[in-house]
């Protein structure tokens, strides 16, 4: 599982409430990615990390936000949640050697009322 | 666009038999290839990775393919088992970090 841990694992909000996942690593991997995942749909990229504060959005960033003050620790804020971020999420982190591929953690899944 | 097509979206095939998942992409320029294994309620597990220059790569009893001038790669599984049952999804990257597309998977489920 290459020591990734995503917390909360299960969490019901409501719109409007701001909301903060975190994703925590154990390997020092330099690249850390936040995707949701939604029946009919792939894996869709939020944001992802290749450093400390070195951030870039990816598809579906609107509505989203992150933060990475610690190669470990990668945050993921929604500011203000509304009904269509309910969704699963998943953290993953890039390991480049031996062989250049992503693990994921297990997922958070948020219900937002 | 880059996309990446899965089929079929579903599949039931009974304990044992043998099935062949289908992933047809459009991503260029091609890096690498990726079958991951998702059980319900958990992050996606890597089975195999292929790059361009690889047309075959097992992993146990499955077993991947690649063709890379059409763009096709299949995810063989042999004498299924009843832990099988999953989504099967197909990761095409493109040559660079963020670019990494993924398939809608295959829903497979094995009967006994």
């Known amino acids: 599982d290459a020591g990734i841990t995503q917390s909360p694992r299960h969490k019901v909000t409501e719109t409007g409430t701001p909301v903060t996942l975190r994703c925590h690593q154990t390997?020092?991997?330099?690249?850390m990615y936040w995707y949701r995942q939604d029946p009919g749909h792939g894996l869709r990229l939020i944001h992802y990390s290749y450093g400390v504060k070195d951030t870039d959005k990816g598809e579906v960033s609107d509505g989203y936000s992150v933060s990475r003050s610690k190669t470990e620790d990668f945050l993921l804020t929604l500011e203000s949640a509304t009904s269509s971020q309910t969704s699963v999420y998943f953290c993953?982190?890039?390991?480049?050697?031996?062989?250049?591929?992503?693990?994921f953690g297990p997922g958070t899944r948020l219900t937002v009322l | 666009k880059n996309q990446v097509e899965q089929s079929p979206q579903s599949l039931i095939i009974l304990e044992g038999k043998n099935c062949t998942l289908q992933?047809?992409?459009?991503?260029?320029?091609?890096?690498?290839l990726r079958w991951y294994k998702q059980d319900t309620g958990r992050g996606p597990v890597s089975l195999t990775i292929m790059t361009f220059s690889e047309n075959t790569k097992s992993n146990g009893r499955y077993t991947a393919t690649l063709d890379a001038d059409t763009k096709q790669s299949s995810l063989h599984i042999t004498a299924s088992q009843l832990s099988d049952s999953a989504s099967y999804i197909c990761v095409v990257s493109e040559s660079s970090a963020s670019k990494i597309i993924f398939g809608s998977g295959t829903r497979l489920s094995i009967r006994p």
């Open positions: 993953a982190i890039r390991r480049e050697s031996p062989t250049d591929e992503q693990f």
């Open positions: 992933c047809n992409y459009t991503v260029s320029p091609f890096s690498n």
């Open positions: 390997e020092n991997h330099r690249y």
